[in-house]
C-alpha cells in the first residue's frame, strides 16, 4: 500500500512571504514517481513536477522550488516571494503503474 | 491538442435517477482512470482500465460502474446516485508517468 500525507490543511501567507509545503510519502515500491500539482479556484489540475525516486536533485523553477530527500520520504515544496496568483490548493502525489495517490491537499491563501 | 474531454463540466441530478459522465482522450493512451475529489481527503481512485475491455477498482468504486469498449472512452456511470455521491470528478489517461487530466466535472445529487 502507498500513502501520501499533506499535514497542513491550510496555509495563510501575506503576499512576498515564503511558503512551504510538506509532503510525506509511504511506498515499499524502489521505483516511484513523485508529483505536485496545483488546483486553483476555477478548478482544474495543473502539473507542476515529476520526480523519480532515483533523482535526489533538488529543482528550481522560477519562484517554485522542490526538496526531495528519500531518506525521510520528503518531498517538499517552496513558493518563495508568493503572489496572490499561488492561492490555490497543492496536492502531492505519488505514482506506481496503476494509480496516483494523492495526499488531502494544501489550501494556499496569499493575502494582498 | 492532446487533451481529456469530461462532459458534462456541471451536473445537479436527484437521487436515484442513471446518469453517465463521458471521459474521451485523443492521445491513444493504453490507461485511464476514474477520481473523486471531496474537502480534506484529495482525489481518491474509483476505477481505472489497463486497456480496452479490462477494468479494475480503485479505492472507491462502491455505486459506481465503467466500460472500456474502445480505447479513447471511458465513462463513468452511476446506476442509482445518492447524495454521498456529490463530488468532484477527474478523469485522467496516463502514458508512462505522465498523466493528463480532465477539466473536471462537479456534480450535485439531492
Known amino acids: 500500500a502507498q500513502k501520501v500525507t499533506q499535514a497542513q490543511t491550510e496555509i495563510s501567507v501575506v503576499e512576498k512571504e515564503d511558503v512551504t509545503l510538506d509532503c510525506v510519502y509511504e511506498?515499499?515500491?524502489?521505483?516511484?514517481?513523485l508529483f505536485w500539482y496545483k488546483q486553483p479556484p476555477s478548478g482544474e489540475l495543473v502539473f507542476l513536477i515529476r520526480?523519480?525516486?532515483?533523482?535526489?536533485q533538488n529543482e528550481i523553477s522560477g519562484r517554485y522550488s522542490w526538496n526531495f530527500q528519500k531518506s525521510t520520504s520528503s518531498f517538499n515544496f517552496t513558493i518563495t516571494a508568493s503572489q496572490v496568483v499561488d492561492s490555490a490548493v497543492y496536492f502531492c502525489?505519488?505514482?506506481?503503474?496503476?494509480?496516483?495517490?494523492f495526499g488531502a491537499g494544501t489550501t494556499v491563501t496569499v493575502r494582498a | 491538442e492532446a487533451q481529456v474531454t469530461q462532459n458534462p463540466r456541471y451536473l445537479i441530478t436527484v437521487t436515484g435517477k442513471k446518469l453517465t459522465v463521458t471521459c474521451s482522450q485523443n492521445?491513444?493512451?493504453?490507461?485511464m482512470s476514474w477520481y473523486r475529489q471531496d474537502p480534506g481527503l484529495g482525489l481518491r481512485q474509483i476505477y481505472y482500465s489497463m486497456n480496452v475491455e479490462v477494468t479494475d477498482k480503485g479505492d472507491v468504486p462502491e455505486g459506481y460502474k465503467v466500460s472500456r469498449k474502445e480505447k479513447r472512452n471511458f465513462p463513468l456511470i452511476l446506476e442509482s446516485p445518492s447524495p454521498n455521491q456529490t463530488s468532484l470528478y477527474f478523469c485522467a489517461s496516463k502514458a508512462g508517468r505522465e498523466a493528463f487530466f480532465g477539466q473536471g466535472t462537479r456534480l450535485t445529487v439531492v
Open positions: 520526480r523519480n525516486s532515483f533523482d535526489e
Open positions: 492521445m491513444n493512451h493504453e490507461y
Open positions: 511506498t515499499r515500491d524502489t521505483t516511484y514517481y
Open positions: 502525489a505519488l505514482d506506481n503503474d496503476y494509480k496516483l495517490s
